[in-house]
């Protein structure tokens, strides 16, 4: 099953080195694929690889579009849209 | 051989003597698959790999010694070389017959030049940190012990970063920069740990030689002669002399000449600051700045800056700690904070102008302070304060931080609220603030009273502390203690510097804050002090 949402980036500085951190490492601990996009149709960037999260540079004020897919498709949606809503707990 | 004169300005000040190491610098990276002729790539990748790991590793350990911003960052980095994305395109070129070294290179710099094109300040600044990586791993390659510096290094380099700075040991040591500014944080670290440094230096490839380092005066003597080094070792233990003699007053109490207890308390701006050093050498902290919290790509959550101040709050084991809220813009402009185009930053939005703007920013300082006031006794000191409404909005704010803790059943504590005394118009009318505390900022009261900024060189002179006026107003602050109860402290440069000490004490200062390092050499100062003579 595929699910997909989406969360503006609100955080300070955008998806940045620490951001991007902790939102691949919550990617990780699901076991289906996480993916993300600044645009509803892509292009698609792998949410579990930092590297590729980081060349992504989203910027503060950017909508995040995410799509997940597995069996644990739905909680990875709703982690992943809550972490983006909490600010990546950065206040 | 005839010795050159070299000359910069002196960032920290001492003295240092040895060969001078370039910083970022490696001899000609070798591998064995280049003497064997023909490269095997199985080799390579091994390497590779090997260095890779090594590096994480070497990460690793770093992170264990680490805290809040120095932390995550290195967490970065390890999060980045573990992913297989990075390390793909070198694993192709070494496919395709590339050394180790070069395709790891080779591969980095691609990357680096990504993050160096962008528009954004935030992704070109993390260049750096990728560097940091390309390096650690090319050490692990060609076997190099690793990337911190040998202990006492004489280091040459046109910058370096403060975690540079904080992974190496300065002992014996110096750091010459090409550019560099002595208004950084490395040349605030090297002060607090007593490490010369000079910046500016006007020097192009001095790597691999003799060199004598007077920082004081800014100079460096290449290639010394037998004279130049006569000279040097008089000149050094001459001050070795003067540094022994002081050094005996550190661990004690500060009295003056005629028995008056004199309470020292120290500047920190980063908690490793406090590493090594006894807590008892002072009265507790009369100054955190945490603006090098906020320095970073992002800033600090609420948990990170708990974590470090309650590590502060913990060193000084039940002796007061006064953290300042955050104070940026005039001298300390941080990127994405502080307005863009002020005409004047130092007249305009900062210290606390800036935060009550910014709750989202300040609510959460506030938390962490209330937080880690339930490990000691903690104390809020408000900069730039001008009007008592600044003082009203912070205290409200700090009540609702409080409130909200309690609703969340964190551990918290209300801490002391007072304000820094460095705006005229509050110096002059200190009854309408309802502050339990005072402490008078010097430098910034210094150059609001003389319209004299000490960072302009033409008009430094007149940004003088000792002058009569600004004299005066530190006098009658401290007589408005006096008067209230309330107590009175100061914390600018004047508070640690041996010519003014006795001009402070004499307009009835009783509480000085000072930089660790200069806490020997005032006690020194204050026990010549005679204050019955002086009222």
Same mark, same amino acid.
């Given at each position: 099953?595929?699910?997909?949402?989406?969360?503006?980036?609100?955080?300070?500085?955008?998806?940045?080195?620490?951001?991007?951190?902790?939102?691949?490492?919550?990617?990780?601990?699901?076991?289906?694929?996480?993916?993300?996009?600044?645009?509803?149709?892509?292009?698609?960037?792998?949410?579990?690889?930092?590297?590729?999260?980081?060349?992504?540079?989203?910027?503060?004020?950017?909508?995040?579009?995410?799509?997940?897919?597995?069996?644990?498709?739905?909680?990875?949606?709703?982690?992943?849209?809550?972490?983006?809503?909490?600010?990546?707990?950065?206040? | 051989?005839?010795?050159?004169?070299?000359?910069?300005?002196?960032?920290?000040?001492?003295?240092?003597?040895?060969?001078?190491?370039?910083?970022?610098?490696?001899?000609?990276?070798?591998?064995?698959?280049?003497?064997?002729?023909?490269?095997?790539?199985?080799?390579?990748?091994?390497?590779?790999?090997?260095?890779?790991?090594? *590096?994480?590793?070497?990460?690793?350990?770093?992170?264990?010694?680490?805290?809040?911003? *120095?932390?995550?960052?290195?967490?970065?980095?390890?999060?980045?070389?573990?992913?297989?994305?990075?390390?793909?395109?070198?694993?192709?070129?070494?496919?395709?017959?590339?050394?180790?070294?070069?395709? &790891?290179?080779?591969?980095?710099?691609?990357?680096?030049?990504?993050?160096?094109?962008?528009?954004?300040?935030?992704?070109?600044?993390?260049?750096?940190?990728?560097?940091?990586?390309?390096?650690?791993?090319?050490?692990?390659?060609?076997?190099?012990?690793?990337?911190?510096?040998?202990?006492?290094?004489?280091?040459?380099?046109?910058?370096?970063?403060?975690?540079?700075?904080?992974?190496?040991?300065?002992?014996?040591?110096?750091?010459?920069?090409?550019?560099?500014?002595?208004?950084?944080?490395?040349?605030?670290?090297?002060?607090?740990?007593?490490?010369?440094?000079?910046?500016?230096?006007? *020097?192009?490839?001095?790597?691999?030689?003799?060199?004598?380092?007077?920082?004081?005066?800014?100079?460096?003597?290449?290639?010394?002669?037998?004279?130049?080094?006569?000279?040097?070792?008089?000149?050094?233990?001459?001050?070795?002399?003067?540094?022994?003699?002081?050094?005996?007053?550190?661990?004690?109490?500060?009295?003056?000449?005629?028995?008056?207890?004199?309470?020292?308390?120290?500047?920190?701006?980063?908690?490793?600051?406090?590493?090594?050093?006894?807590?008892?050498?002072?009265?507790?902290?009369?100054?955190?700045?945490?603006?090098?919290?906020?320095?970073?790509?992002?800033?600090?959550?609420?948990?990170?800056?708990?974590?470090?101040?309650?590590?502060?709050?913990? &060193?000084?084991?039940?002796?007061?700690?006064?953290?300042?809220?955050?104070?940026?813009?005039?001298?300390?402009?941080?990127?994405?904070?502080?307005?863009?185009?002020?005409?004047?930053?130092?007249?305009?939005?900062?210290?606390?102008?800036?935060?009550?703007?910014?709750?989202?920013?300040?609510?959460?300082?506030?938390?962490?302070?209330?937080?880690?006031?339930?490990?000691?006794?903690?104390?809020? !000191?408000?900069? !730039?304060?001008?009007?008592?409404?600044?003082?009203?909005?912070?205290?409200?704010?700090?009540?609702?931080?409080?409130?909200?803790?309690?609703?969340?059943?964190?551990?918290?504590?209300?801490?002391?609220?007072?304000? !820094?005394?460095?705006?005229?118009?509050?110096?002059?009318?200190?009854?309408?603030?309802?502050?339990?505390?005072?402490?008078?900022?010097?430098?910034?009261?210094?150059?609001?009273?003389?319209?004299?900024?000490?960072?302009?060189?033409?008009?430094?002179?007149?940004?003088?502390?000792?002058?009569?006026?600004?004299?005066?107003?530190?006098?009658?602050?401290?007589?408005?203690?006096?008067?209230?109860?309330?107590?009175?402290?100061?914390?600018?440069?004047?508070?640690?510097?041996?010519?003014?000490?006795?001009?402070?004490?004499?307009?009835?200062?009783?509480?000085?804050?000072?930089?660790?390092?200069?806490?020997?050499?005032?006690?020194?100062?204050?026990?010549?002090?005679?204050?019955?003579?002086?009222?």
């Amino acid at each position: 099953m595929m699910r997909s949402g989406s969360a503006v980036l609100t955080n300070a500085v955008g998806l940045h080195a620490r951001p991007s951190v902790k939102l691949t490492q919550l990617a990780k601990s699901f076991s289906g694929t996480v993916e993300f996009a600044l645009a509803p149709d892509g292009p698609w960037t792998d949410a579990k690889s930092p590297v590729k999260v980081m060349r992504v540079r989203a910027a503060k004020g950017a909508t995040l579009h995410v799509r997940t897919q597995g069996v644990d498709a739905d909680a990875a949606l709703a982690a992943i849209i809550d972490l983006v809503q909490r600010q990546f707990d950065e206040h | 051989m005839t010795s050159l004169a070299l000359k910069g300005q002196c960032a920290s000040p001492g003295f240092s003597a040895g060969i001078v190491v370039a910083a970022g610098k490696r001899p000609a990276p070798q591998r064995a698959i280049e003497k064997g002729g023909k490269g095997d790539p199985a080799a390579e990748a091994l390497a590779l790999t090997a260095a890779i790991n090594r *590096a994480v590793i070497e990460l690793r350990r770093l992170v264990e010694s680490a805290s809040g911003e *120095a932390a995550d960052m290195l967490g970065f980095q390890i999060a980045m070389l573990d992913d297989e994305e990075l390390t793909q395109p070198a694993r192709d070129e070494i496919a395709a017959g590339k050394t180790a070294v070069e395709a &790891w290179t080779r591969a980095m710099d691609a990357e680096i030049a990504g993050y160096e094109g962008s528009d954004e300040e935030y992704f070109q600044a993390r260049a750096n940190d990728l560097v940091d990586m390309r390096e650690r791993v090319l050490d692990a390659l060609i076997g190099a012990a690793s990337t911190s510096l040998p202990p006492g290094s004489i280091v040459l380099a046109d910058d370096i970063t403060p975690s540079r700075f904080l992974s190496s040991n300065w002992e014996g040591g110096a750091i010459l920069l090409r550019r560099g500014s002595a208004t950084s944080h490395v040349a605030m670290l090297a002060r607090s740990r007593g490490v010369p440094m000079i910046v500016g230096l006007q *020097a192009d490839d001095i790597a691999g030689r003799n060199v004598l380092i007077d920082a004081t005066q800014g100079l460096v003597i290449v290639d010394p002669s037998s004279t130049d080094a006569t000279r040097f070792e008089q000149q050094c233990a001459a001050s070795r002399a003067r540094d022994m003699a002081t050094a005996g007053f550190l661990g004690q109490p500060a009295v003056s000449r005629n028995g008056e207890r004199i309470i020292t308390l120290i500047n920190i701006a980063d908690p490793s600051e406090l590493d090594g050093l006894d807590p008892a050498c002072c009265d507790g902290i009369g100054l955190v700045r945490t603006e090098l919290l906020f320095e970073g790509a992002t800033l600090p959550s609420e948990d990170a800056q708990t974590d470090i101040y309650t590590r502060i709050v913990r &060193w000084a084991a039940g002796k007061p700690v006064t953290f300042r809220t955050l104070d940026a813009g005039g001298d300390k402009p941080i990127a994405g904070l502080t307005p863009l185009g002020e005409s004047n930053p130092f007249l305009g939005m900062r210290g606390v102008r800036l935060t009550l703007s910014r709750p989202d920013i300040f609510l959460p300082q506030l938390r962490a302070l209330a937080r880690a006031a339930a490990a000691g006794d903690v104390e809020i !000191m408000i900069p !730039m304060v001008t009007l008592p409404s600044e003082l009203e909005a912070t205290r409200a704010l700090l009540h609702q931080a409080c409130a909200e803790l309690g609703a969340a059943q964190i551990a918290h504590r209300l801490p002391a609220l007072g304000i !820094m005394v460095e705006v005229p118009a509050a110096a002059l009318t200190l009854g309408t603030f309802d502050a339990a505390f005072l402490s008078i900022g010097s430098n910034d009261l210094t150059q609001y009273v003389m319209a004299a900024g000490r960072d302009i060189a033409a008009v430094a002179a007149l940004a003088d502390p000792g002058h009569e006026a600004v004299l005066r107003l530190i006098g009658m602050i401290s007589a408005h203690g006096e008067r209230s109860g309330i107590k009175v402290s100061l914390c600018g440069d004047a508070g640690g510097d041996e010519r003014f000490i006795p001009q402070l004490l004499a307009r009835g200062v009783r509480i000085l804050s000072m930089p660790p390092r200069l806490l020997a050499a005032a006690k020194q100062v204050i026990a010549t002090v005679n204050l019955e003579s002086a009222s």
